[in-house]
């Protein structure tokens, strides 16, 4: 059962806040998506800023915990 289909590796020089959404369109994926802390302040997640104005393509946002648990420092 294959579950992920085909899964690449794409590199890329340029703004990654530019290059993800383009990337993304040129390769017609059917998602984007992120690990996010969930911090809104800003200067925080430019990347993911960028893809959820400009991409035409769904952006799914995962919840992430940086620091590896409720007993580290994030």
Known sequence: L???GVVRLE???GRRE???PR???ELQSDFIV???EQQLSEGRAP???AA????KIPVMLIPVTVGGGDNEPA
């Open 23 to 25: 990337v993304a369109e």
């Open 11 to 13: 590199r890329r020089e």
């Open 47 to 49: 990347v993911v800023g």
């Open 2 to 4: 294959d579950l992920l």
């Open 18 to 20: 530019e290059v993800v």
């Open 34 to 36: 992120f690990g996010w």
């Open 52 to 55: 959820l104005e400009s991409s």
